[in-house]
């Protein structure tokens, strides 16, 4: 990449990771779109009984359909150092951000340990707390100090004191605009030079009907879950899940750092609509446009030269109308009828995100500058009417754009604020390709499982979109911009193959010296050079809800699992990992209950080490046997 013409204001998409429905990353997406899939689905029992709410009247909600995140409940507790009891009791909007912001950085090429004690700022959009909201409904014997713990504040902070990053840390609630919102607060806290890179996340897991059935009586909901922008037929959107998260940092930094640039964000503005209409939920037109001439002017972009906007796009018979007339009497006029303006929507394929919305349509712009196409928007049907669409076309199909493209994100909240991202296509430098010289390859992970995993992961990853790349980019990225684990394993090639193949046979002798982890000069092996995509961690991944006992058959598991609060081994001592004097009362019905026989209370007291109640737990299930 180079630094022609790169200007200094300019903010670097530099990773980028999501969970969304049927896509768990950035890839899986972008082919999920290029496919033209609807990822909405019926609503599971385990969130709420849909269709007996489905109805007319008060209190009814007008779909059954929505976007859905499989395995929200799946944490890999034992990899951020969690008790399975602390996993349980965790809003798995956290969850689910820890294990997408750890793939962001990887995709980033980040070692998080670098970044330890940084002012790095971590910004999150997110306007739902139904995990908490669930349990206090409960009852106030349920108001108990594990739910501090899961208050929305807590979303960023939860990132903040894992990864030791010492920036700001906020929630940003704008309703439907707060992660695009959160983008443009992290892009200006890095231009100031307040912060030298930042996290920037959205996140929205519909837990509880509540939302769904206010939306519904004010006519925002599709009665059959199909987001249809642009539609002469559009009735409403489909909430979704989403979590998504991306890595930013000045333009020139990441040059500087030879990272893979996804995209460059040039501009953005935010704006609220003010009085500029007759109430604060209805949309205005002069807000938006006040909004796009701010961002555009920010970017210092003239609005013909965008080639693509990623719409906030919802099927809303009230917004879409408003948003196609502010995009065309902005962007859409003077140009040639061979070139109207691309606008599409994701949520047509995925739901509406919410508050995670603007994020998620960020993320399919990066990709879409990335490849150079723009997918079709789903469920278009016949155009609207009340639109004037000269200049303007929602893509039916995969359409190309420029390799030096120009792309809008737009997103609005009921908070009638609204955002807007000005984006360009990244320019990469020639691929320098292999010489024959045979590179280590080096891999590790926190379990021999995990290992194993990202072996194979490796084995596929070199097999198909990973032959792209030199041999020695994907070993110097593997080597230099990986976190190292306990668990390693080496393969040694010049070839994607002979990779391949040294991956699939064992370690030989004259490759322990890569296994340690700071034999090796790695910087002065490899050299200089680029960061290319990798395989993501592969996560050990268990159920954890409120409820459940923690899977495993193991007595000393089980309790453990639900009782410690805190990471443990062997000889830690049970009042400090949460085990005091009354959990042990409690613990003591739950055994007998468990185990059906009497427990000296006397002897559970006298235990006051992990390894003490193992041995016990697993001596009184012998005694049951």
């Avoid at 929200?72 to 399975?84: G, N, Y």
């Avoid at 009586?217 to 998504?244: L, T």
């Avoid at 303007?392 to 190309?400: E, F, K, V």
């Avoid at 296509?425 to 010289?437: F, I």
Wanted: with cysteine.
């Amino acid at each position: 990449m180079t630094t022609t013409g790169v200007h200094q204001r300019s903010i670097a998409i530099v990773g980028m990771s999501c969970r969304l429905p049927r896509a768990t990353d950035p890839d899986r997406l972008w082919e999920l779109l290029c496919g033209g899939v609807d990822a909405t689905a019926h609503t599971p029992a385990e969130r709420y009984d849909a269709a007996a709410l489905r109805s007319s009247g008060p209190g009814g909600l007008a779909g059954c359909r929505a976007g859905f995140v499989d395995g929200i409940a799946d944490f890999d507790a034992d990899f951020f150092d969690m008790s399975a009891a602390e996993a349980t009791a965790l809003d798995p909007q956290q969850r689910l951000l820890l294990m997408c912001a750890w793939e962001a950085f990887e995709d980033a090429g980040v070692v998080p340990e670098q970044w330890r004690e940084s002012r790095t700022g971590v910004f999150v959009g997110n306007s739902r707390a139904d995990f908490l909201e669930s349990a206090l409904q409960q009852g106030l014997s349920s108001a108990t100090a594990t739910q501090l713990g899961n208050v929305r504040s807590l979303l960023p902070a939860r990132l903040s004191h894992h990864f030791d990053l010492r920036g700001p840390s906020v929630v940003v609630d704008t309703a439907c605009s707060s992660a695009l919102t959160a983008v443009h607060q992290a892009v200006q806290s890095l231009r100031s030079g307040e912060i030298p890179a930042a996290v920037v996340a959205g996140v929205n897991l519909p837990l509880r009907p509540d939302e769904a059935v206010m939306m519904s009586h004010a006519g925002a909901m599709s009665a059959d879950g199909r987001s249809r922008f642009g539609s002469a037929d559009a009735d409403g959107h489909a909430p979704s899940d989403a979590v998504a998260v991306v890595v930013l940092k000045p333009m020139e930094a990441a040059l500087a750092d030879g990272d893979r640039v996804r995209a460059v964000i040039a501009g953005s503005a935010v704006g609220n609509d003010g009085r500029s209409n007759d109430s604060v939920l209805n949309p205005s037109l002069e807000g938006q446009l006040d909004v796009l001439r701010w961002a555009y002017r920010d970017a210092r972009v003239e609005p013909s030269a965008v080639d693509f906007v990623e719409a906030h796009g919802s099927g809303s018979p009230l917004l879409d109308p408003l948003e196609l007339t502010a995009l065309g009497r902005f962007m859409g006029t003077s140009r040639s009828p061979d070139r109207p303006l691309l606008v599409g929507s994701v949520k047509s394929n995925l739901g509406h995100a919410e508050a995670a919305g603007g994020l998620v349509g960020l993320i399919k712009a990066a990709l879409c500058l990335e490849n150079g196409k723009v997918p079709a928007s789903l469920h278009a049907g016949l155009p609207r009417t009340d639109v004037d669409w000269s200049g303007l076309s929602i893509p039916r199909a995969l359409t190309d754009i420029p390799s030096r493209a120009i792309a809008g994100v737009s997103a609005q909240g009921s908070s009638a604020l609204n955002a807007h991202v000005v984006l360009h296509s990244a320019e990469h430098e020639p691929r320098t390709p292999d010489d024959g010289t045979r590179w280590p390859l080096v891999l590790s992970a926190r379990t021999p499982e995990a290992l194993a995993d990202l072996t194979r992961a490796y084995v596929e990853h070199l097999s198909g979109s990973g032959a792209d790349f030199p041999v020695r980019d994907l070993c110097r990225s593997a080597a230099l911009r990986r976190t190292r684990f306990e668990h390693r394993a080496v393969a040694i090639g010049a070839t994607h193959r002979e990779l391949v193949e040294s991956l699939t046979t064992d370690s030989t002798p004259e490759l322990d010296r890569f296994l340690g982890s700071e034999s090796v000069d790695r910087d002065g092996l490899f050299g200089p050079g680029r960061h290319v995509p990798l395989p993501t961690y592969p996560w050990q991944t268990r159920r954890y809800w409120p409820g459940e006992e923690p899977a495993g058959d193991d007595p000393a598991e089980w309790l453990l699992g639900k009782h410690a609060r805190t990471a443990f081994d062997q000889d830690s001592a049970l009042a400090d990992i949460g085990i005091d004097s009354l959990a042990k009362l409690q613990l003591l019905v739950e055994v007998q209950q468990r185990t059906g026989r009497e427990v000296d209370p006397e002897e559970l007291a006298a235990l006051r080490t992990v390894r003490d109640l193992c041995r016990w737990a697993r001596e009184l299930a012998e005694v049951r046997r």
